[in-house]
Structures are given as structure tokens and as C-alpha cells.
């Protein structure tokens, strides 16, 4: 069973600090893992997301890295800016089809 | 494209009343999902489908039902509608087998049951 676990769960930093994010996941056996951010009261906005031959993806400030043998995705955002303050998802997605979303973290950037 | 399409966007339901939010994908995807998102959580998966005439419970089933007769439609039913139903819903399609399997999500659907 496919359990998956972000941390921290909030975060709040002053504005041009660089930061990462953590997600990891039980069942290494996973096709993709995909990142997404959601604001307020909003749907999802794909971010980034990395197939399970890779091992980084990069747009912009934002790069994600996965290390699959180990069960971790890290989101690393670069110079952060009051614009970044969201909630951030990670969902690998397991071999099965089965897509299950960590908890999140919520992100605060202080201008 | 309109790509993944949920509607009602809004709806209030008395206590056991049944409904059907509708989703419909024109991407030609295989997969599709729902999710229920309560405030201030993340996303748990209900039922998802890998194909048409194929679905799967997910991490919360209980009180929905889904069926997925063509590739392009997957509803998600609402039987006896309760006070813990009151969320926001999601539906998501993609491609397994062709391209990168990128998720791509419908706006949402907010279910009050009252």
C-alpha cells in the first residue's frame, strides 16, 4: 500500500530564501511522481513532474529531484518570492494506475 | 481542447438525497480519477479507472459509486447523501501509455450536504 508522506507540513520563510521540500513514498515501484501547487480555495497547477528513469526536472526557480530506490522526491524553489505562498503536492504515481497525493505543505513567504 | 470537464461546480444537498457529479475528459485518456478534498487537507483518492469497464476503490469508497462506460465519462454517484460527503471534488485523466502520463485536473466540484 502506497503511503506517502510530506514534510515539513508548514513553512513560512522570509522573501528570497531558497528551500526544499520533501515527499516520500513507500512503494518505490512508481511510473512518474508529479508536483502541483494549489492556492486558495483553487484547483491544482502542475508544476513539475519526473518519470521514474529520471532523476530531475527543472523549470524556472523550481527543480525537483527523485531518487526512486530511496522512496524520496525533494522540490527545491529557488530566490522564493511572496508569490510562491501555496500549498505543495506530490503524488507518485505507482505502476498499479493507483495515484494517491501526500498531505502537502503549506508555504508562506513573508515579503 | 476543453480537457477535463466536472460539473455541477456547485451544489447543496439535503441529508439523503443522491446525486451524480458528472466528469468528461475529450484528451483521449485512458485513466481517471476522483478525489474528495476536505478543508485544510490533501487529496484522497475514491475510485479510479484504468480504462472504460475497469474501476478500483481508492483510499475513501464508502457511500460513492462510479461507473466508467466509455473512455471520455467517469461519474461518481452519491448514494444517501451524509454531512461527512461536504467537500470539494475532483476529477483527473491521463494517458498511461502514450507521452509523459502528466495528470491533468478539472476545476472542482463543492458539495454541501445539509
Known amino acids: 500500500k502506497q503511503e506517502v508522506t510530506q514534510i515539513p507540513a508548514a513553512l513560512s520563510v522570509p522573501e528570497g530564501e531558497n528551500l526544499v521540500l520533501n515527499c516520500s513514498f513507500t512503494?518505490?515501484?512508481?511510473?512518474?511522481l508529479q508536483w502541483f501547487r494549489q492556492d486558495p480555495g483553487k484547483g491544482l497547477t502542475s508544476l513539475l513532474l519526473?518519470?521514474?528513469?529520471?532523476r530531475e526536472q527543472t523549470s524556472g526557480r523550481l527543480n525537483a529531484s527523485l531518487d526512486k530506490s530511496s522512496g524520496r522526491s525533494t522540490l527545491y524553489i529557488a530566490a522564493s518570492q511572496p508569490g510562491d505562498s501555496a500549498t505543495y503536492l506530490c503524488a507518485p504515481s505507482s505502476n498499479t494506475g493507483k495515484l494517491i497525493f501526500g498531505q502537502g505543505t503549506t508555504l508562506q513567504v513573508k515579503p | 481542447n476543453a480537457g477535463v470537464t466536472q460539473t455541477p461546480k456547485f451544489r447543496i444537498l439535503k441529508i439523503g438525497q443522491s446525486m451524480t457529479l458528472q466528469c468528461t475528459q475529450d484528451?483521449?485518456?485512458?485513466?481517471m480519477y476522483w478525489y474528495r478534498q476536505d478543508p485544510g487537507m490533501g487529496l484522497k483518492l475514491i475510485y479510479y479507472s484504468v480504462g472504460a469497464g475497469i474501476t478500483d476503490k481508492g483510499e475513501v469508497p464508502n457511500g460513492y459509486n462510479v461507473s466508467r462506460s466509455t473512455t471520455e465519462d467517469f461519474p461518481l454517484r452519491l448514494e444517501l447523501a451524509a454531512p461527512s460527503q461536504t467537500s470539494v471534488y475532483f476529477c483527473?485523466?491521463?494517458?498511461?501509455?502514450?507521452?509523459?502520463?502528466?495528470?491533468?485536473f478539472g476545476e472542482g466540484s463543492r458539495l454541501t450536504v445539509l
Open positions: 483527473a485523466s491521463r494517458n498511461r501509455d502514450l507521452g509523459t502520463g502528466e495528470l491533468f
Open positions: 484528451m483521449n485518456h485512458n485513466y
Open positions: 512503494d518505490s515501484a512508481i511510473y512518474n
Open positions: 519526473i518519470q521514474s528513469s529520471q
